[in-house]
């Protein structure tokens, strides 16, 4: 049995290629942040487990596809390819499938991670280190039996908006979405959509009111900028996932802050490789 540490989460798995494994080549079995209290129970991710193979020359061929890079879906086709289990991967929330992610990554290269950062506040950009091993789940209180609905109650309105957690899914639905609604637009100067695109889809009910055409409306003529700036921060402090935040200090302007990580295609390159 082999061990993949990642902060809090530690995945087991038979990397045995003959008769004692279901899979006829290594594999890591992964924990979900969500430990699969999100899902529903008819949903095999509920187990909160699934199982990744090692990344080869197959994986290879899909991280250099220009094709695919070009689509944006590289990191798409690369999850299709490397989940294993007998799982939908467009019903894993986003937490989870960067989670998955992750794993994979350490499992090919280690968990060592250098990339270029540009400073937030000068632009300067610099290179930067980072142990993946040390990242940790987020901790937060996942309620279960929810069936992955929640609410929050905003604090200007004071409307009780009922919402759910984005899956891989349901991004690549969004972006869909935002894609048509930009090739329709005949003003090359109308404000894009994309957020209010994307709430669209996360708002389930507004004061109990299912009705997605008043959910519409809702988003667009009734959202405040203070209930959104609430709404948005309740969701990433409730949304499961590993903390994809380090401590960035820039030596040209000494800004210091918690910044993400970036998680593009060149995170499954080491630069010696790119």
């Known amino acids: 049995m082999s061990k993949v540490k990642r902060g809090g989460v530690t995945a087991d798995a038979d990397t045995t290629t003959g008769g004692g494994s279901a899979y006829p080549y290594p594999v890591e079995v992964i924990d979900l942040p969500s430990r699969g209290l999100l899902y529903s129970e008819s949903n095999p991710l509920s187990g909160g487990t699934v199982d990744i193979k090692y990344m080869t020359a ?19 086709k690369l999850l299709e390819s490397i989940v ?4 939908s991967v467009d019903d894993l929330l986003v937490g989870d499938r960067n989670a998955i992610l992750l794993s994979s990554r350490i499992m090919a290269y280690g968990s060592d991670y250098a990339s270029i950062i540009t400073c937030p506040e000068c632009g300067e950009s610099s290179e930067i280190e980072v142990d993946l091993s040390s990242l940790e789940d987020k ?8 069936n992955n609905e929640h609410t929050f109650k905003l604090p200007q309105s004071e409307k009780t908006i009922t919402f759910k957690i984005l899956t891989h899914g349901d991004n690549k639905k969004i972006q869909n979405e935002i894609e048509t609604w930009n090739k329709l637009q005949k003003n090359p100067d109308a404000p894009s959509a994309d ?25 667009k003529d009734s959202f405040t900028m ?3 700036r609430a709404f948005r921060k309740h969701v ?23 910044i993400s990580i ?13």
């Not at 294993?84 to 799982?87: G, I, K, Q, T, W």
């Not at 901790?139 to 929810?146: F, N, S």
């Open 84 to 87: 294993v289990s007998d799982v």
């Open 226 to 228: 203070k209930d959104l």
């Open 139 to 146: 901790d937060i209180d996942i309620p279960t039996g929810t």
């Open 236 to 258: 990433a402090d409730v949304s499961p996932g590993v903390d994809m935040t380090f401590n960035y200090n820039c030596e040209a302007c000494d800004y210091a802050e918690r």
């Open 195 to 219: 957020m209010s695109i994307r709430y669209k889809h996360m708002i389930l009910a507004v004061d109990g009111n299912r009705d997605k055409n008043f959910i519409k409306t809702f988003v």
């Open 262 to 274: 970036p998680l593009g295609v060149d995170f499954f390159w080491p630069p010696s490789e790119l």
């Open 58 to 76: 197959r994986e290879e061929d899909i991280l250099t596809s220009k094709n695919l890079i070009n689509k944006g879906i590289v990191l798409d």
